[in-house]
């Protein structure tokens, strides 16, 4: 990105026009080290942002969003589907404690009725359509029918999926969830709430899929040989699978909007594309795309709106690295790459190769110009002390990293901090593995950047 605020135009919608795009930004918050509600508005309102999407209606984060001018999408958990269904009292209930009490203060212009239900392992999507209904009736009851009320969906809702004009829903979803679903969105005016994630589909077909085709980068484009049309992006191929899929059970009508779509910085080495400057890319490029106002090319009149995922790095995901790593922020709140923010700077290429740098706070020194194309690893000083020395141990013993100029008397002995002497040991195990891909991680404790740290007169070695 360029040095203007990371969201200034991302998330600004005072500048937006009906022709434009919207974007908002998914607030997770699996994580045992992020900055305070409070803290995270404040970075939100700085940035620029107006628009959050939450996977809960948690009290503290809501109450920090009142009076903020921020709109919210809130979500009601699988867990709860059940329940919700089976009793219209309990449905009044939920939008009593978690609606109604925070409302209109906070913002709430949607809710989200569980998430990816129909993979939901607990087998809960026979309770999706009767709890949507309950929890719009009892909107209409509190006089609130303007919340909009809909379920974000996975890709793998869909049986076919290429080319685009073959797209289509799993059969045994139809009948049973999908067409009540799309019948209730368009009575209630509402729209498919979508998570779609090409990263996903060129991890596991890289071979096939051209990654400027994944990234929305130049490319001669793909013709569908269904409708003729040609696209230029797998996320706009992969919305007009869901589109045809819709107006093969004749609900065209239905708006759609993207609920969720990102790229990881980091990952597993199987998980092709994982990188800084590939996530640079994409969520550039994609906030490109959408400030053009023009909607995909089957349907070129409706704008985009997404939501990015994510504003953080979760530290407490499972799965594979990939899953921590999709944050736009550190949880100390530093950027993880830089992608452009206004129109004037969209129609510039996307800086794909620079990193936020840590703040020097009380260590010293000056940081100087980077070298181009040079990266080091430095510490995240949110992670805490006991993760941090665990890490250095890890570094200094098993990992093989030099770690004899931060003992005592030696020339980076000083400044004598954990997080100057994790940073050198960790920079020191990331140079000796040629700076190879997750080999500046341990766990969140640290993270890549692009101009050279010095901790006092300490200069951190570029390569071994």
Not at 244 to 273: C, H, R
Request: glycine share 6%; hydrophobic share 35%.
């Amino acid at each position: 990105m360029s040095s203007f605020p990371f969201f200034l135009l991302l998330l600004s919608f005072s500048v937006f026009t009906d022709a434009a795009g919207q974007f908002g930004i998914n607030y997770g918050r699996v994580a045992d080290n992020l900055p305070t509600p409070t803290k995270v508005v404040e970075l939100l309102k700085s940035q620029g942002i107006t628009r959050v999407k939450l996977y809960d209606t948690e009290s503290t984060v809501l109450k920090a969003l009142a009076d903020s001018g921020i709109n919210v999408v809130v979500a009601l958990p699988n867990e709860l589907l059940a329940s919700t269904a089976a009793e219209q009292s309990f449905a009044d209930n939920w939008v009593q404690s978690n609606i109604i009490q925070y409302h209109p203060q906070t913002q709430i212009e949607a809710i989200a009725v569980g998430n990816e239900v129909f993979v939901d392992p607990k087998n809960t999507t026979k309770f999706l359509v009767s709890a949507m209904k309950n929890v719009q009736n009892s909107l209409v009851k509190f006089n609130l029918s303007t919340i909009k009320v809909s379920s974000p969906i996975a890709l793998s809702a869909l049986q076919n999926s290429y080319p685009s004009s073959s797209g289509s829903f799993k059969t045994d979803l139809i009948e049973p969830v999908l067409k009540p679903m799309l019948e209730f969105l368009r009575k209630t005016d509402s729209y498919l709430m979508v998570n779609a994630y090409p990263f996903f589909a060129y991890a596991a077909n890289s071979k096939e899929i051209s990654l400027d085709y994944a990234l929305f980068k130049e490319n001669s484009g793909v013709v569908d040989s269904g409708n003729g049309l040609k696209y230029y992006s797998l996320l706009e191929a992969q919305l007009d699978a869901v589109f045809a899929a819709m107006k093969a059970v004749q609900y065209d009508d239905v708006k759609l909007v993207v609920t969720e779509t990102g790229w990881p910085s980091m990952g597993e080495e199987n998980e092709i594309g994982a990188s800084s400057a590939n996530a640079a890319s994409y969520n550039g490029n994609l906030v490109k795309r959408v400030l053009t106002g023009k909607g995909t090319p089957l349907r070129p009149e409706d704008p985009l709106n997404v939501y990015l995922f994510a504003l953080f790095n979760e530290n407490q995901k499972t799965g594979p690295t990939s899953e921590r790593n999709y944050g736009l922020f550190y949880p100390n709140e530093q950027k993880v790459y830089d992608i452009p923010l206004t129109l004037k700077e969209s129609s510039t290429p996307v800086n794909q190769n620079k990193t936020q740098t840590p703040p020097v706070n009380d260590v010293g020194g000056e940081v100087s110009k980077a070298a181009v194309g040079q990266t080091w690893c430095v510490a995240n000083g949110q992670a805490g002390k006991k993760k941090l020395q665990a890490a250095i141990d890890y570094a200094c013993g098993e990992g093989g990293a030099d770690c004899r100029p931060i003992q005592d008397g030696a020339t980076c002995y000083n400044p004598n901090s954990i997080e100057a002497h994790a940073s050198y040991a960790f920079n020191s195990y990331y140079q000796k593995k040629n700076r190879a891909a997750g080999t500046c991680s341990f766990d969140g404790a640290a993270y890549v950047v692009t101009q050279p740290p010095r901790y006092g007169s300490c200069e951190f070695p570029t390569g071994y």
